[in-house]
């Protein structure tokens, strides 16, 4: 399998190279092997691994040394004897540490797989390291390109620079990626993301990455596993990378066969999406969005009353999607819970309540009730249903799509509780399990900040395109500034106006540093918009580059609408769901296929999507480029005759 983008390619074959001095070359025989390194064929060049320390350097095809990854920073004693296993495989381990390592090329990439026989930690690979690094990919959120020697982000508002980051919990991808200079680049996966963590450094003033892995008997986490691969620099390298590595294990998942297995799915072609209140989610609401030509919407609710069936059979003939949010993780006392959806009939709540170690409730979202165990439920549900009633009263005013809160991110538990107890890993397929039910009854099913592993299950995804930096959680904390629950018509969280602090703004929204990683692993497999607090007219400053990179990456925006603001939003929103509509409806379905940075400033950028199906062109900045205003972008379907442009701030605002 071959997977491009730009001018990267990633291929499978694999290639044996031969011995080098000191390092071995794998042939088919079996047996002990000298030395201490271990030499294998990548896609690109070969790969050599130090058995003394795990140090990983490359030599590449066309003659550059590069190193992929420094010396462990965890002692590891000293290493037993290298033996070959088969060919382009072999075996080491590190007795002082119980940890036995198996060294394998895997469809063109370095694999490296750590077994730990005993509760322990290693930090490693120590990455970014290599003179030539010039940028740090990370997906946190749609995913971050930052040079490596940014004081933005090494010691200034970034807060890269001496932070830390779960793998497993708070990036939307388990993998993070260095361009080398001119034309190369290294990609590292980490498919046992639970008990993984990135840190980052600045040494001298540049960006370094190091993995640390806990190994823990109790957690299920003993096995690590990373894979490395040459690519050509594009930033989005590595998640092109990784969308080959879910293919080639049949991971990955498809807009098109979701469609076909429910047709109502195809409505997301084209929609934005937006919560609503108040008159919006009234058959009048939905029948004026309709009166203004939105021809595809994804319309979501929260809090009663819901939408009644009037409402509903509206956005049926309209061609909207409609359904409520939900959440299975909340549980309060039923007698006082603040929220319909953190009630639960008979004793759900305290029964199924994590449990920490010393068994004591976890507790739940905002100190309110406790998180509620995955586990617990799927063992109760084959007799007391109560995940299938939950959704059948919610969905029984005809509603034909379903937000499920939190159940596809990172925030997964380990439970102690008596009678459900669970790791992490087991958390995960509990949710996955509940998902996929709620999907196959037809429902399009979407959930919060999703990541790769549900790609295959849902259809939509809020939250994922937000790279959230931790002054927005300090700021929501803040009503004065961010407004409150109230009132509870237009509670003013979702629909009060706010100004970004500089240094957020920047981490957030500075299009020189954003690159669609996300899309380039996932689109064409789920639709991924922003997190639903951030709806478009939220943060009005950004809104510009907000609609220019949506467009760039063929994802939709996400509102909150009232009676109020649809009068005084409506016209702006369909001028710019008119230009979308028919960009997704042919392209978001397809394999986002390119990603240039066109300016040495990285304020105009590209993509492609499929063979040529769709080419984007934004504009960032404030000067034209080859006719292109700044703040404008340029959408070609293949086919037309000319390009179709969008000024977002030329639009009518009322």
């Known amino acids: 399998m071959t997977t491009k983008i730009g001018s990267l390619t990633l291929s499978a074959a694999l290639v044996l190279a031969a011995a080098g001095a000191g390092a071995y070359a ?3 025989e079996a047996g002990p092997v000298p030395g201490k390194q271990v030499e294998l064929a990548v896609d690109g ?22 190193t992929l990854s420094d010396a462990s920073a965890t002692d590891l004693g000293r290493p037993g004897p290298v033996t070959r296993t088969g060919k382009g495989r072999a075996r080491w381990s590190y007795p002082e540490r119980g940890i036995d390592v198996t060294a394998r090329t895997d469809h063109g990439r ?8 005993r509760d322990t930690s290693v930090s490693w690979p120590v990455t970014g390291t290599d003179a ?3 940028a740090l990919q990370l997906p946190r959120g749609e995913g971050l390109d930052i040079p490596v020697t940014d004081a933005f982000w090494t010691t200034g508002g970034g807060g890269l620079g001496g932070s830390t980051v779960d793998v497993g919990a708070e990036l939307t991808l388990p993998l993070w990626g260095y361009s080398l200079g001119k034309r190369a680049g290294v990609s590292y996966l980490t498919p046992t993301d639970i008990g993984t963590t990135l840190g980052f450094t600045a040494p001298g003033g540049r960006l370094r990455a190091t993995a640390e892995h806990a190994f823990d008997g109790g957690e299920g986490t003993r096995d690590y596993s990373v894979t490395f691969a040459l690519t050509d620099g594009n930033p989005v390298a590595p998640a092109a990378d990784y969308r080959s590595y879910l293919a080639e294990r049949g991971q990955l998942g498809s807009l098109k066969r979701k469609i076909a297995k429910n047709p109502a799915t195809g409505r997301l072609l084209g929609a934005f999406h937006a919560y609503t209140w108040g008159d919006a989610r009234k058959a009048t609401g939905v029948e004026r969005l309709r009166a203004l030509g939105v021809d595809r919407m994804w319309l979501g609710y929260d ?6 069936r009037a409402a509903v059979s509206a956005a049926k003939r309209a061609g909207y999607l409609i359904g409520p949010y939900d959440s299975f993780a909340n549980g309060q006392d039923p007698g006082t819970a603040d929220a319909p959806n953190s009630a639960w009939p008979g004793t759900v709540y305290p029964d199924f309540c994590v449990r920490d170690a010393k068994g004591k409730p976890v507790t739940g979202f905002g100190g309110r009730g406790c998180y509620l165990s995955s586990r617990a439920f799927e063992r109760a549900e084959p007799r007391h249903h109560y995940l299938a009633d939950r959704t059948r009263g919610m969905v029984a005013n005809g509603a034909d799509s379903y937000f499920l809160d939190v159940d596809a991110t990172g925030e997964l538990f380990r439970d102690h509780g008596k009678g459900h107890r669970m790791t992490k890993a087991e958390d995960r397929e509990h949710r996955l399990a509940r998902m996929r039910r709620i999907a196959g009854q037809g429902l399009v099913l979407g959930s919060e900040t999703a990541q790769a592993w549900a790609n295959r299950t849902l259809a939509f995804n809020h939250g994922g395109a937000t790279p959230v930096a931790d002054g927005l959680w300090k700021l929501q904390k803040d009503r004065e500034k961010w407004g409150g629950y109230y009132p509870e018509g237009a509670p003013g969280v979702f629909f009060k106006p706010v100004d970004l602090p500089a240094d957020l703004a920047k981490a957030m929204y500075d299009p020189r540093y954003r690159v669609p990683l996300y899309e380039t692993a996932l689109h064409g497999s789920l639709v991924n918009t922003e997190r639903w607090e951030l709806s478009y007219e939220k943060l009005p400053a950004q809104k510009t580059p907000r609609a220019l990179l949506a467009m760039l990456y063929n994802t939709p925006l996400n509102y909150v609408l009232d009676g109020p603001s649809l009068k005084k939003h409506g016209a702006e929103l369909a001028a710019l769901q008119k230009y979308f509509s028919p960009l997704h409806k042919a392209a978001g379905t397809e394999q986002l296929t390119g990603f240039r940075q066109l300016t040495k400033d990285r304020t105009v950028q590209r993509t492609v999507f499929g063979e040529g199906t769709l080419t984007v062109t934004a504009n960032f900045g404030t000067k034209a480029y080859k006719g292109l205003p700044g703040g404008c972008v340029d959408a070609r379907l293949k086919g037309d005759d000319a390009p179709r442009r969008l000024c977002p701030a030329d639009l009518p605002k009322a």
């Open 110 to 117: 370095l694999s490296l797989s750590l077994r730990a026989h």
């Open 303 to 308: 809090g009663e009353p819901y939408p009644d």
């Open 26 to 28: 794998f042939t088919a």
């Open 45 to 66: 060049g070969t790969a050599v691994v130090d058995t003394a320390s795990l140090a990983v350097r490359a030599h590449t095809r066309d003659g550059r040394d590069l």
């Open 132 to 134: 030539s690094a010039s």
